[in-house]
T-cell receptor, first 114, second 110 residues
Framework: GQQVMQIPQYQHVQEGEDFTTYCNSS?????IQWYKQRPGGHPVFLIQ?????EVKKQKRLTFQFGEAKKNSSLHITATQTTDVGTYFC??????????????FGKGTLLTVNP | DTAVSQTPKYLVTQMGNDKSIKCEQN?????MYWYKQDSKKFLKIMFS???????INETVPNRFSPKSPDKAHLNLHINSLELGDSAVYFC?????????FGPGTRLLVL
């Protein structure tokens, strides 16, 4: 089945350092979404990328979608303790008709040392 | 107002019991889902309903039976609970592919 591979599985940083997580699909994605799950919480939608080469920013977060629409990254500049959590990418492949299934990567758990 | 709500929040039960989890969304979305998140945080889709019709049914034991009485509600009934069913179960609703998750039901089977 279609999968998104996400790395790294874990990342521990000092507060103020940057952080990046990567997602990869072997086949072309229709779109990719990013979610954040705080410890003990539920996944919360961050952003959706649709266009080839798209770059979107939300304050210190930068999201990129590859030119071939097979990979994506989330970069956090100058991490803060509030960034702690698991970041998931979720891919959507267009199979024609109605397809409502997102496939989630395994997530990257980010911990930040104050 | 909670957009997607689930009950109960916590569920501790014995092996072999039958239990239900309820989900409601007040977002007016057409599509609802059940996900299972295991101890390694892997989020796996189980079922999806669109306007009360089952559209996604992943490889899930038939002890799990979803029911959607209307498009705002999606319930999950689990028969003969097993130790491996222990996990967090998230309900979600979506419109335009974005998923809105409920707070989760933490199920522990003893």
């Amino acid at each position: 089945g279609q999968q998104v591979m996400q790395i790294p599985q874990y990342q521990h940083v000092q507060e103020g350092e940057d952080f990046t997580t990567y997602c990869n699909s072997s086949t072309t994605l229709s779109n990719i979404q990013w979610y954040k799950q705080r410890p003990g919480g539920h996944p919360v939608f961050l952003i959706q990328l649709v266009k080839s080469g798209e770059v979107k920013k939300q304050k210190r977060l930068t999201f990129q979608f590859g030119e071939a629409k097979k990979n994506s990254s989330l970069h956090i500049t100058a991490t803060q303790t509030t960034d702690v959590g698991t970041y998931f990418c979720a891919g959507f492949w267009d199979s024609g008709g109605s397809n409502y299934k997102l496939t989630f990567g395994k997530g990257t758990l980010l911990t930040v040392n104050p | 107002d909670t957009a997607v709500s689930q009950t109960p929040k916590y569920l501790v039960t014995q092996m072999g019991n039958d239990k239900s989890i309820k989900c409601e969304q007040n977002l007016g979305h057409d599509t609802m889902y059940w996900y299972k998140q295991d101890s390694k945080k892997f989020l796996k889709i189980m079922f999806s309903y669109n306007n009360k019709e089952l559209i996604i049914n992943e490889t899930v034991p038939n002890r799990f039976s979803p029911k959607s009485p209307d498009k705002a509600h999606l319930n999950l009934h689990i028969n003969s609970l097993e130790l491996g069913d222990s996990a967090v179960y998230f309900c979600a609703s979506s419109q335009a592919k974005t998923q809105y998750f409920g707070p989760g039901t933490r199920l522990l089977v003893l």
